[in-house]
């Protein structure tokens, strides 16, 4: 698509058509690939090319081919019978053709249907708000396998993504200095620098990995005269490792073999931020400093990811009691008498 938008000459007089491969390619080209959600948004343009044709024009697409496609995504389901496609990301969906609509009109100076995107937006569930309590926590640990144990601590006491844990090496960890650097997903090319310090508990957990027994794997290889030879390698340079190899996200399924042991439902190894996220609020922590340390560009990110639990709430509430308010105006009354 991009390749082809490239190949396209500029459109010089108002009105004229462009097709949907056309289109989509001048958007990935002028604007989506600056975006940290490129690849999402050029996934957005393959279903759209898909459905509709990469020869179809805008001006040829309205309000019903809208609805058309909005219909056949969310009939999709697997063998299971569950969908395959959510209607958060149909929204998402729509959100990247509006644009490639608004840009063809007023910046392209193209042809375009008649839309209205706001009737064909779906209802969408609200944010995922899923956290553990530090009991449940401890639960979660003590079940989990060996090699996962540490990698749920470290999530919890920081908060990254499962991402930078499993692409976090030693080269990266300063513990001289009591800091860990990592790249966070932002617009900046290479990800956001973010650098974090290292608690007391944190360094306990690190140094542990760092002194454990140097994992060596076998490998045969053939020598000069093609005898076979034995040697062994040192594990790698990642921090996380399983028997000797960076930890994958193939991890997750003993993650939800050890939520099954703790008797822990519906949580998901990306709920461990909330929950870093949740606990650091309800202890008092700015949540200013929270977003900071999340790495959040907006601070109403952080806002859905911090949560008060029900002691929190209560307390609050009985701030607000009626008795307090009677007898004030109780002994109001008995000194205006006096």
């Known amino acids: 698509m991009r390749s082809k938008a490239l190949k396209t000459k500029h459109f ?9 491969d056309i289109a989509c390619g001048k958007y990935l080209l002028e604007h989506a690939q600056f975006l940290k959600s490129y690849k999402t948004v050029r996934t957005h343009c ?12 805008l001006d040829a697409i309205g ?21 395959l496609v959510s209607d958060t990301t149909i929204n998402r969906e729509m959100e990247t053709f509006r644009k490639i609509f608004h840009l063809a009109r007023d910046k392209w100076e193209a042809q375009i249907g008649a839309i209205n995107f706001r009737e064909h937006r779906l209802r969408q569930p609200e944010a995922r708000t899923r956290w553990i309590t530090s009991d449940e926590a401890e639960t979660l640990i003590e079940k ?25 090496k030693w080269s990266d960890v300063d513990l001289k200095h ?4 990592f790249r966070i997903k932002s617009n900046i090319p290479g990800g956001k620098l973010l650098e974090l310090p290292i608690t007391d508990e944190l360094a306990d957990l690190l140094e542990g990995l760092r002194g454990r027994p140097q994992y060596r794997k076998r490998r045969m290889i053939k ?10 390698v040192n594990q790698s340079d990642y921090v996380f490792t399983f028997r000797g190899e960076p930890i994958q996200d193939s991890f997750k399924k003993a993650f939800r ?16 931020r909330h929950t870093a996220a949740s606990w650091m609020i309800q202890r008092g922590v700015p949540i200013d400093l929270v977003q900071e340390i999340l790495g959040h560009t907006q601070i109403t990110t952080t806002k859905k990811y911090a949560h008060r639990d029900k002691t929190e709430k209560l307390n609050a509430m009985r701030r607000m009691t009626l008795q307090q308010t009677e007898h004030t105006n109780l002994t109001n009354l008995k000194v205006g008498g006096g």
Do not use: W
């Open 12 to 20: 010089g007089q108002a009105k004229d058509r462009i097709t949907l």
């Open 46 to 57: 393959a279903h759209l090319i898909a459905h509709f044709g990469g020869g179809k024009y």
């Open 63 to 83: 309000n019903k081919e809208i609805n058309g496609y909005v219909s056949a995504r969310r009939v999709l389901v697997n063998e299971d019978g569950r969908r």
């Open 144 to 168: 989990a396998a060996d090699h996962l144990k540490p990698v749920i601590r470290f999530a919890l006491l920081t908060g990254v993504r499962l991402s930078n844990i499993t692409g976090l």
């Open 178 to 181: 009591r800091e860990i650097r």
């Open 223 to 232: 020598d000069a005269t093609g005898k076979p030879m034995i040697y062994t």
């Open 257 to 272: 073999t050890a939520c099954t042991a703790a008797k822990i439902e519906d949580f998901r190894f990306h709920d461990l």
